[in-house]
């Protein structure tokens, strides 16, 4: 099951910025495990966007950027550009589980 | 560069066993731990299983646990997923994934294109 709360869609015409939030709990994001992030086109698998809370992997644009403060994390994408159209997930660690969660997930739309 | 190419998927039983193996290169595979996602069509993901560098650690997700073992043959640089006792809501694509960096909290940097599960009568 997922623990991480996403918002099921965001939508930006391009050139905007959107933010997509995940809460978490005190068990996962708020006993200080990192957030990763996770971007999923169609018909493929997921990518690591962003690892760490706020580190982006060589080849990720800095465009895309990440934070968490206490039980909450977020993903900003600047300057939106058609080819972000994706499935966007977070990801933690959950120690009361001992596992991993992710969260419900985040369509974004490029209108 | 690293590849890691999923296999054994298909329809299945309820009820019923399956294997699933996940093929690694590009990287030295007995150092890293490894990942067990799965995706249902339509929805989102759900981690399954981890099995540390060394295959002496394991941690499952309760849907999954007593029916599904995890585990890995460093020598063939090969991870496997083990299904037993299968439900039609195990019906999903299940992808490996690789972990980056020996820690808990470590993120996964590397995923297959995973290898599609029906449970079915």
């Known amino acids: 099951q997922s623990v991480l709360t996403q918002p099921p869609s965001v939508s930006g015409a391009p050139g905007q910025r959107v933010t997509i939030s995940c809460t978490g709990s005190?068990?996962?994001?708020?006993?200080?495990?990192?957030v990763h992030w996770y971007q999923q086109l169609p018909g493929t698998a997921p990518k690591l966007l962003i690892y760490?809370?706020?580190n982006r992997p060589s080849g990720v644009p800095e465009r895309l950027s990440g934070s968490k403060s206490g039980t909450s994390a977020s993903l900003a994408i600047t300057g939106l550009q058609a080819e972000d159209e994706a499935d966007y997930y977070c990801?933690?660690?959950?120690?009361?589980?001992?596992?991993?969660?992710f969260g419900t997930g985040t369509k974004v739309t490029v209108l | 560069q690293v590849q890691l190419v999923e296999s054994g998927g298909g329809v299945v039983q309820p009820g019923r066993s399956l294997r699933l193996s996940c093929a690694a290169s590009?990287?030295?595979?007995?150092?890293?731990?490894m990942h067990w996602v799965r995706q249902a069509p339509g929805k989102g993901l759900e981690w399954v299983a981890i099995?540390?560098?060394?295959?002496?650690?394991?941690n499952y997700a309760d849907s999954v646990k007593g029916r599904f073992t995890i585990s890995r043959d460093n020598s063939k640089n090969t991870l496997y997923l083990q299904m037993n006792s299968l439900r039609a809501e195990d019906t999903a694509i299940y992808y490996c994934?690789?972990?980056?960096?020996?820690?808990?909290?470590?993120?996964?940097?590397?995923w297959g294109q995973g290898t599609l599960v029906t449970v079915s009568s």
């Open positions: 994934a690789k972990r980056w960096g020996n820690y808990n909290d470590a993120p996964s940097d590397y």
């Open positions: 590009g990287f030295t595979f007995s150092s890293y731990g």
């Open positions: 099995i540390s560098y060394d295959g002496y650690n394991k």
């Open positions: 005190s068990s996962n994001l708020g006993a200080d495990s990192d």
């Open positions: 760490g809370n706020n």
């Open positions: 990801q933690s660690y959950d120690s009361s589980l001992r596992g991993y969660v």
